[in-house]
Nanobody, 125 residues
Framework: QLQLVESGGGLVQPGESLRLSCAAS????????IGWFRQAPGKEREGVSC???????YYADSVKGRFTVSRDNDRNTVYLQMNNLTPEDTGVYYC???????????????????WGQGTQVTVSS
C-alpha cells in the first residue's frame, strides 16, 4: 500500500533550478528503489534518475551533471535537485518505487512498481 505524492513543480526560466519532492507513506521507505520519470507532450515517459542507495544511482545522459537525486529515509522523502534547467526538461515528473528493481532496471523500464500522480515542470522564457 505504498503511496507516493510529488510536489515542487512550477514554472521557471531556462538556467534556473527547482527541487522536487516525493513523499511516501504506507510502508518502510528505506528498502525501496525509487526513481524520477518525466513525460513531455507527444513523448513516452522516460527515466530521469533512479536510486537504490547512494552508491547505486542512475542518471539519464541528458541530465548528468545537472540533476541530483537524494533521499531522506527518516522523512520518507526523495528529492530531485534540478539545476540549469532547459526547455527540454519540461514535462510532468513522476516518482516511482519498487522493491524488485535496481537503479538501472527502474530507469530503463516503465512497468511495475508504485507511481505517484506527477507534478508539472515548465521551463520557458
Amino acid at each position: 500500500q505504498l503511496q507516493l505524492v510529488e510536489s515542487g513543480g512550477g514554472l521557471v526560466q531556462p538556467g534556473e533550478s527547482l527541487r522536487l519532492s516525493c513523499a511516501a507513506s504506507g510502508a518502510s521507505f528505506g528498502a525501496y528503489t525509487i526513481g524520477w520519470f518525466r513525460q513531455a507532450p507527444g513523448k513516452e515517459r522516460e527515466g530521469v534518475s533512479c536510486m537504490r542507495s547512494a552508491a547505486l544511482t542512475y542518471y539519464a545522459d541528458s541530465v548528468k551533471g545537472r540533476f541530483t537525486v537524494s533521499r531522506d529515509n527518516d522523512r520518507n522523502t526523495v528529492y530531485l535537485q534540478m539545476n540549469n534547467l532547459t526547455p527540454e526538461d519540461t514535462g510532468v515528473y513522476y516518482c516511482r518505487a519498487s522493491l524488485l528493481m535496481n537503479a538501472e532496471n527502474m530507469c530503463t523500464t516503465r512497468r511495475g512498481g508504485y507511481w505517484g500522480q506527477g507534478t508539472q515542470v515548465t521551463v520557458s522564457s
